[in-house]
């Protein structure tokens, strides 16, 4: 994979991570109710789910490959929009990021295997990654080393940035609950995803 396709990749993988979700959710819910140290269990749970849907989009999209380029074409223009939608949707998201304190206590393997169903049962992760891999896939190399360089980096940045959320709501969770504050977050996300995909959208053209 060339340098400059991956360093596009990075940037749009940060967007991803950023963007407020259930994963975010959990990390921040954690950060809150145990602090850093302990939810960092919870954050490798998050990656387990992660990787899975990294590897079944990935065997499917090599599956396409190999089957069709037109539908592989397809698929990223759809990709391209999608990210369009996104953005627009989450510009007009106007809900706010909830999260409660739970004064239970949860061993680490508890806040592991709830955080791998987090992410396993969250569809858009899926959707999302159909949409985004393609984009940044070259039909003419090597399939699966390509793959594994988006996924690796997928689930390498998504680790900082839940750790970096988690390690925020301990600190700082009164304000990261306002109701304002996460409706700017969300116009901001949502400007970069529709930014995105003008840009994948125009590269094409």
């Known amino acids: 994979m060339d340098t400059h396709v991956w360093l596009a990749y990075v940037v749009t993988a940060i967007v991803f991570s950023l963007a ?9 819910s954690n950060g809150l109710s145990y602090g850093t140290r302990k939810s ?11 990787a899975f849907h990294i590897i079944l989009v990935g065997a499917g999209i090599g599956a396409l490959v190999a089957k069709s380029a037109l539908a592989f074409s397809i698929i990223k223009w759809v990709g391209a929009a999608y990210l369009v ?14 999260t409660q304190a739970d004064s239970t206590e949860l061993s680490a393997w508890s806040m592991m295997n709830k955080a791998v169903l987090i992410n396993l049962t969250n569809p858009k992760s899926i959707v999302f990654l159909v949409a985004l891999f393609p984009q940044f896939i070259d039909p003419a190399k090597d399939q699966l080393t390509q793959l594994a360089v988006l996924g690796v ?33 969300n116009k901001v996300f949502g400007s970069m995803f529709m930014g995105c995909g003008a840009l994948l959208a125009a590269a094409k053209s």
């Open 153 to 185: 980096t997928t689930v390498a940045i998504d680790s900082i940035v839940m750790l970096g959320y988690t390690s925020l709501a301990a600190q700082m969770g009164r304000f990261i609950r306002s109701e304002r504050i996460m409706m700017k977050i």
């Open 40 to 50: 960092l269990a919870a954050i490798v749970g998050l990656q387990i789910g992660l």
């Open 20 to 28: 407020p979700g259930s994963g975010t959710v959990n990390s921040i």
């Open 85 to 98: 939608w996104l953005g627009i949707q989450k510009w007009r998201d106007r809900s706010s990021l909830t």
